[in-house]
T-cell receptor
């Protein structure tokens, strides 16, 4: 089905481990984003990408790495997971032209770092 | 810095009553204001949006108003139904060199009591 999908939906990992969250979209949207959602903070932007091989930091990028070798995929890697990175992570995409428009979100990945 | 304040954080209404959620933004360059609804276990989904050249927009039971002078915008839901129960996020977005920037409010949890 067309859309934006994240995997896994749930993940438990240990402090210090590397973990990668996957995001795939089928619309060929140029922009993709990673947000984290924490109680009282809403959605905070971690990284975004305007096109393949172009990525940029958002509001809270420390401890995260992204890549975008293909337009449809935008993986997020926690190089050495910390408890403070326990959160719900959302991937999103949109097709910005001359106007900013709505973002389409995946269903989220709930990550617990123990 | 740039921010979006959203109030209230929790709102409980009786079925059939109206619900109002208010947001204030700080960056006068913001020109696009989407509202997202997030149901339990799902990603946020756009329900209505407004651009800075419009003061009000309505879609069935949902309306959004924008006061650019006061940097204030609001979501109005009339004749609320139990299925309106969810978390609602406002956002303020602006175009900038190389892309755009969107800042989300912290969210409002709406309970509609049957």
């Amino acid at each position: 089905d067309a859309g934006i999908t994240q995997s896994p939906r749930y993940k438990i990992t240990e402090t210090g481990r590397q973990v990668t969250l996957m995001c795939h979209q089928t619309w060929s949207h140029s922009y993709m984003f990673w947000y984290r959602q924490d109680l009282g903070h809403g959605l905070r932007l971690i990284y975004y990408s305007a096109a393949a091989d172009i990525t940029d930091k958002g509001e809270v990028p420390d401890g995260y790495v992204v890549s975008r070798s293909k337009t449809e995929n935008f993986p997020l890697t926690l190089e050495s997971a910390t408890r403070s990175q326990t959160s719900v992570y959302f991937c999103a995409s949109n097709d910005m032209g001359q106007l900013n428009t709505e973002a389409f979100f995946g269903q989220g990945t709930r990550l617990t770092v123990v | 810095g740039e921010n979006v304040e959203q109030h209230p954080s929790t709102l409980s209404v009786q079925e059939g009553d109206s619900a109002v959620i208010k947001c204030t933004y700080s960056d006068s360059a913001s020109n696009y204001f989407p509202w997202y609804k997030q149901e339990l276990g799902k990603g946020p989904q756009l329900i209505i949006d407004i651009r800075s050249n419009v003061g009000e927009k309505k879609d069935q039971r949902i309306a959004v108003t924008l006061n650019k002078t006061a940097k204030h915008f609001s979501l109005h839901i009339t004749e609320t139904q139990p299925e309106d129960s969810a978390v609602y996020f406002c956002a303020a977005s602006k175009m900038m060199a190389g892309g755009f920037k969107t800042i989300f409010g912290a969210g409002t949890r709406l309970f509609v009591k049957a």
